[in-house]
């Protein structure tokens, strides 16, 4: 095997995967089994996550499916207990558990702000501290965490972007890959996120026809994304061939937004 061929190389390896059941979860779940990696299907809806893991099992991949409330720490080190009691190791964490609000910040609700930031922003703490512990001790491991190009944007919130916690969450995952990348460096585990644009899953349902109409001539590649697009991205940040990249956001959208 060539040295770069090497490099890119992830058969073998163990991940997991929060929020798999749907849209780009479903595609990295599926991305990632494909290239030989055992993967742990997470998600809040279990008959989803079920339903992946047989469906790469049934075409000779190695799943299983949890069903995982990212906010809720007793899942999450239950979810991390069955992988290592499965599969022996975390290799791969992906955060991609998300949720998408679309108020304003003068509608906002409280109990509507706890939920955002408690599934996009606490799920992504909580489960790289669970996950990381077991990382830090085999000194390796990535993390790839799903924030989005509406960090650095002001909230959309009748059409498909999100509202202004969604984007306050996502702009909070950002800061927290720096610091992780910082904390968790030293162990030789790599910290990076994803920050996709708008694309086409079961989060703009309803929604999907306006989103392209409002968005896609602001695309210099001509469309809005598909679930693999981003999904490819996270694969790459999960190989040996990005491992001197860390604590940082790569954005996918295809140049939608040319700045951060
Ligand atoms: N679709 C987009 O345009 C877009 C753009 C940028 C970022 N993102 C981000 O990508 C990620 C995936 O979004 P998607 O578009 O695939 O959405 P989706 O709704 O299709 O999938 C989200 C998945 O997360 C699961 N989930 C929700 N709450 C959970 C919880 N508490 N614990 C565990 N699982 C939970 C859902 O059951 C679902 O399977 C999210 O973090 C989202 O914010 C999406």
Not at 121 to 148: D, F, P, R
Not at 177 to 197: C, D, F
Request: charged share 20%.
């Amino acid at each position: 095997m060539s040295r770069a061929s090497e490099m890119f190389d992830i058969s073998g390896k163990v991940a997991i995967v929060t929020g798999a059941a749907s849209g780009i979860g479903r595609a990295i779940a599926l991305d990632l089994a494909g290239l030989g990696v055992s993967v742990i299907a997470a998600d809040i809806d279990s008959t989803g996550a079920k339903e992946l893991a047989k469906e790469i099992e049934s075409t000779g991949g190695r799943a299983i499916a949890t069903k995982t409330d990212v906010t809720d720490r007793k899942d999450v080190e239950q979810m991390v207990q069955k992988t290592i009691e499965t599969f022996g190791k975390i290799d791969i964490l992906v955060n991609n558990a998300g949720i998408i609000a679309r108020c304003s910040v003068m509608d906002m609700q409280e109990e509507e702000l706890d939920r955002t930031f408690n599934v996009n922003l606490k799920g992504v703490i909580l489960c790289s501290q669970a996950a990381a512990k077991h990382m830090i001790e085999s000194k390796s491991g990535k993390i790839v965490n799903v924030g989005s190009s509406f960090s650095s944007r002001a909230s959309v919130c009748n059409l498909s972007g999100g509202g202004a916690d969604y984007c306050a969450s996502k702009a909070a995952v950002h800061a927290v890959t720096r610091s992780l990348a910082m904390e968790l460096g030293p162990y030789g585990i790599n910290v990076n996120a994803v920050a996709p644009g708008i694309v086409n899953t079961p989060m703009h349902t309803g929604l999907w026809e306006m989103a392209e109409i409002y968005y896609q001539n602001t695309v210099p590649l001509g469309r809005l994304a598909e679930p693999e697009d981003i999904a490819d991205v996270v694969v790459f940040l999960a190989t040996d061939a990005a491992r001197y990249i860390t604590g940082q956001t790569i954005h996918v959208n295809g140049g939608q937004i040319m700045v951060d």
